[in-house]
């Protein structure tokens, strides 16, 4: 059998074994505490879904739509992002939307920078796609995870054809200073390369900075791409449904690409965000309010910890946070789920620079289950030699 020699050389998604094994505990009745997974614990409310009953009785719920989604959808969408229409189109999620992105900017052995700690399915999609990724690693500013736009603007090269910024950033929680991220996207614009700005978390910054908008700098769209979703924004994960936010003149390039690789995005979902969803005050707004209170206590907990270091967060529901002993986070992470019932997951995933940290989830854990799980993690690191 002749296997693509990029995807076997791509990194395995590094959630799946530590979730195996956790799902052995749970099936031998052994609670497991979840601090792994970037999810939040809540559900559009149960009137959002009773709406949705007729719809689903409906002939037309259950067939493809237009490819670049349903008309009305994508109005509602792009009217809730303050973009043309025509300038947007609905996926079935943010990864499948960076995925198109890559097709329609690069070929193989092309460079795409990430910064490092890097969210994995972007460098797993670079990776098996043949491209190389690039990997400038995030500086250490008082405590918060910041890019250095000198040491970009050096790196650029002729193969270079895209740069990646996701704020609010998975894993670390930062949301970067503005000055930055702009900065950044005019070094894309005078490249004329493709910056593409992942803001699957725009709806839970938890700070008062500004939420960016690219489209100050590039309002034709020309070099920017923007990609979000609403798994993270109603709590609907298993959806898949997210969109992306490009210049109209590409958009008979992607058609191509999204004809083949998805037709459209699920039907039932298109029509529960736009015809639903939308039309409702958006719970993550409430949401946040709780997320914040939990980011404090976890603030707390930290600073209270011997062994793990508080590092900001500004957006999202976790942080990636370091600890004070040498042992592998893989390591660490995996003795932490056999020994204790607690997922965290390692700070290797993320990057070599991650190592030696752990990104922890409060997006599905509230403070009782926070104190109870970082008391442990804290106790096992302090138990531990240095390897
Ligand atoms: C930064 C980032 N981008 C994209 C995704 C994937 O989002 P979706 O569920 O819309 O594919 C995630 C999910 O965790 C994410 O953290």
């Not at 002749?2 to 990194?11: P, Q, R, S, Y």
């Not at 505990?25 to 792994?36: Q, Y």
């Not at 920078?113 to 990776?127: E, G, Q």
Request: contains cysteine; charged residues 25%.
């Amino acid at each position: 059998m002749i296997f693509n020699k990029d995807l076997l050389a791509t990194a395995e998604p590094p959630l799946i074994y530590l979730y195996k094994l956790a799902q052995n505990k749970r099936e031998k009745g052994i609670p497991v505490i979840d601090l792994g997974q970037a999810i939040p614990d809540m559900i559009p409310d149960m009137n959002s879904i009773r709406q949705l009953y007729p719809i689903l009785e409906e002939k037309k719920t259950h067939s493809y739509s237009a490819d670049l989604g349903i008309k009305e959808t994508r109005r509602k969408i792009a009217e809730s992002m303050n973009v043309a229409e025509e300038n947007l189109i609905i996926t079935s999620g943010a990864n499948n939307a960076f995925f198109q992105v890559l097709l329609l900017v690069s070929r193989y052995d092309d460079e795409i920078i990430v910064f490092s700690p890097f969210y994995f399915n972007h460098t797993m999609a670079i990776d098996m796609l043949g491209r190389k990724k690039r990997i400038l690693e995030m500086k250490d500013s008082e405590n918060e995870w910041c890019i250095d736009t000198e040491e970009l603007r050096k790196s650029i090269n002729k193969r270079t054809k895209a740069v990646v910024v996701v704020s609010p950033n998975n894993p670390t929680g930062a949301v970067f200073n503005k000055n930055d991220i702009e900065r950044v996207q005019e070094i894309c614009i005078e490249s004329d390369i493709a910056f593409i700005y992942d803001e699957v978390y725009r709806e839970f910054y938890l700070t008062d900075k500004e939420r960016y908008n690219p489209l100050y700098l590039d309002s034709s769209l020309r070099n920017t791409f923007i990609i979000g979703s609403f798994s993270k924004t109603f709590g609907i994960t298993g959806w898949r449904i997210g969109y992306l936010i490009v210049s109209s003149s590409y958009i008979p390039e992607l058609l191509k690409i999204q004809d083949t690789i998805q037709i459209c995005a699920p039907v039932p979902s298109q029509r529960f965000v736009g015809e639903i969803l939308l039309n409702r005050s958006p719970q993550s707004n409430d949401y946040r309010e709780t997320l914040i209170m939990r980011r404090d206590f976890l603030k707390n907990a930290l600073l209270k910890s011997r062994n793990l270091v508080w590092k900001s967060v500004d957006g999202a529901f976790f942080g990636l946070f370091p600890y004070k002993k040498k042992i592998p986070s893989q390591k660490l992470s995996l003795e932490l789920l056999k020994t204790h019932n607690i997922i965290v997951v390692p700070g290797a995933a993320f990057g070599k620079n991650a190592e030696f940290h752990l990104r922890i989830s409060f997006g599905n854990a509230d403070e009782k289950i926070l104190a109870n799980a970082i008391s442990i993690v804290d106790n096992y690191i302090e138990e531990l030699k240095n390897e």
